[in-house]
Nanobody, 122 residues
């Protein structure tokens, strides 16, 4: 499975960005799509996930109410709408796919795309 993420960029605090991630295909192991992020000097952390079949979503506490994950099954594409961005959201954002929707550890996700940089200026 290949994942292609895009949509990152530079935005001012309070602004919005939308990331997208297209999957080349889905497998039995691709029950959910997720987003993680990694800031310099920090570990990769879970952001959000969505189930392909039910559209049920799961968010990390820091992004609840500000970020929204959605998917387009016909396009094998997942989106991450990010609103009210703060400098603390600055990181490389990675999309991933795996067998569980509620899975916050990176090792629970077997497939990863390249990251896309999100920079939020104050």
């Amino acid at each position: 499975v290949q994942l292609q993420a895009c949509g990152g960029g530079l935005v001012q605090a309070g602004g919005s960005l939308r990331l997208s991630c297209a999957a080349s295909r889905r497998t039995f192991n691709s029950v959910a799509m997720g987003w993680f992020r990694q800031a310099p000097g920090k570990e990769r952390e879970f952001v959000a996930a969505i189930s392909w079949s039910t559209s049920s979503t799961y968010y990390a506490e820091p992004v609840k109410g500000r970020f929204a994950i959605s998917r387009d099954s016909a396009k094998n594409t997942v989106y991450l709408q990010m609103n009210s961005l703060t400098p603390e959201d600055t990181a490389v954002y990675y999309c991933t796919t795996g067998p569980y929707t509620i899975a916050e550890r990176p090792d629970q996700w077997p497939y990863w795309g390249q990251g896309t940089q999100v920079t939020v200026s104050s």
